[in-house]
C-alpha cells in the first residue's frame, strides 16, 4: 500500500474535522506504531510531548525535549504514516518567533496537525505546571503560528487548560483564540458534559479534548454533538510497549515478575527523580 502524500493525510483530517462525528487518537510514537494505528483502522494519531520525552530522552514530561528532537521523531514517523498525525507542540518550544519556527519545522515534518498550548513553560521551580501565559501572549503565539504556515490544509490548535480556569476565563480564551483565526481550539481539564457544553456554545470551530479515559465524557454520540471532533484519551500503547519490553527482556534473564505496572516502570526508569533532585539543588532559590 503506497503512503500517502502529506498535503492528502492533511486534507484527510480536515475532512474528519467537517463530519459530525468525534475521533478517538492513536498514541503514535514511532513509525511502526503509526502504521500499526492506521492498518487497525484508527482515523488519527497523536505524537504526544510527554511520549516523545520519554522515547527520545527517557526523560519526564519537564520541558527538557527540545524542537529539534521532536521534530527528528515526527519526521520519522511522517515519512511512513499512512494516517494524519497531530503532533502535541507544547507551548511552541518558547515565544511567538520560536512557536513560528516550531510551525515551519513541524510541517516540514509532515504532520497533518499541530496544538499550541498557552501553558507557562518551563514551569517554575515550586509552581503548577498548568500556570498559564497571558491572554494576550496566547493570542500573539496563534497569529503568529498562522503566519508561519505554508500549507493551509495542515490545523493549528490553540490548546488551553479548562480545569484551570474558572469557566468565564476559559470561555474568553477559546473565543479569542478562535477569533485569532485558530482552526479549532484543544482543552484540557474539562470535567464532564455540562461543563463542555457551557464551553462548547460560545465555539464554532471543531473542539479536540485531552479526555485521558474520563468516565464523564465517554458518550460519543453527545460529545460530537457538542463540536468535539477529536479526543486524545492518553498514551495506553505507548507505556505496554514499555511493559512488553520489560517482561521480555526479564523473561530473558530468567527473573521472576514483578508487580510493577507500565505507569510504575516508565516512572522508574526515566530520569525523573535525577531532575526532580536537580530541580531542587539547582532551581529552589529562596528569596
Known amino acids: 500500500?503506497?503512503?500517502?502524500?502529506?498535503?492528502?493525510?492533511?486534507?484527510?483530517?480536515?475532512?474528519?474535522?467537517?463530519?459530525?462525528?468525534?475521533y478517538y487518537t492513536a498514541s503514535t510514537f514511532d513509525p511502526m506504531s503509526a502504521r500499526i494505528a492506521a492498518d487497525l483502522g484508527f482515523e488519527v494519531g497523536i505524537l504526544g510531548g510527554s511520549v516523545a520525552s520519554l522515547q527520545v530522552l527517557a526523560a519526564p514530561d519537564f520541558a527538557l525535549i527540545t524542537l529539534?528532537?521532536?521534530t527528528e521523531q515526527a519526521t520519522r514517523i511522517g515519512r511512513v504514516a499512512r494516517l494524519p498525525?497531530?503532533?502535541?507542540?507544547d507551548h511552541g518550544y518558547g515565544n511567538a518567533l520560536n512557536v513560528m519556527r516550531t510551525v515551519s519545522e513541524l510541517e516540514r515534518a509532515g504532520v497533518a496537525a499541530l496544538?499550541?498550548?498557552?501553558t507557562l513553560l518551563p514551569a517554575k521551580y515550586g509552581h503548577k505546571s498548568t500556570d498559564l501565559i497571558p491572554l494576550e501572549e496566547g493570542v500573539g503565539k496563534i497569529q503568529a503560528a498562522l503566519e508561519a504556515r505554508i500549507d493551509p490544509a495542515m490545523a493549528i490548535f490553540a490548546r488551553t487548560n479548562a480545569g484551570r480556569l474558572g469557566i468565564e476565563d476559559t470561555i474568553a480564551r477559546a473565543v479569542a483564540y478562535q477569533d485569532a483565526g485558530a482552526d479549532g481550539i484543544c482543552m484540557v481539564g474539562i470535567r464532564d458534559f455540562d461543563h463542555l457544553e457551557e464551553v462548547a456554545r460560545h465555539l464554532s470551530v471543531p473542539i479536540m479534548l485531552v479526555a485521558y479515559?474520563?468516565?464523564?465524557?465517554?458518550?460519543?454520540?453527545?460529545?460530537?454533538?457538542a463540536g468535539v471532533r477529536v479526543v486524545v484519551n492518553g498514551h495506553a500503547a505507548y507505556f505496554a510497549a514499555i511493559k512488553a519490553t520489560y517482561?521480555?527482556?526479564?523473561?530473558?534473564?530468567?527473573?521472576?515478575?514483578g508487580e510493577l505496572d507500565a505507569s510504575e516502570l516508565s516512572t522508574r526508569y526515566s530520569t525523573l527523580e535525577e531532575n526532580r533532585e536537580w530541580a531542587r539543588r539547582y532551581m529552589d532559590v529562596r528569596e
Open 68 to 70: 529539534s528532537e521532536f
Open 1 to 22: 500500500m503506497a503512503t500517502p502524500s502529506q498535503h492528502d493525510l492533511r486534507k484527510e483530517f480536515r475532512a474528519l474535522l467537517d463530519n459530525r462525528q468525534c
Open 85 to 89: 498525525i497531530i503532533a502535541d507542540a
Open 115 to 118: 496544538t499550541i498550548e498557552d
Open 247 to 257: 517482561d521480555c527482556l526479564r523473561e530473558q534473564r530468567d527473573i521472576a515478575a
Open 213 to 225: 479515559d474520563n468516565p464523564e465524557l465517554r458518550d460519543r454520540a453527545r460529545l460530537a454533538e
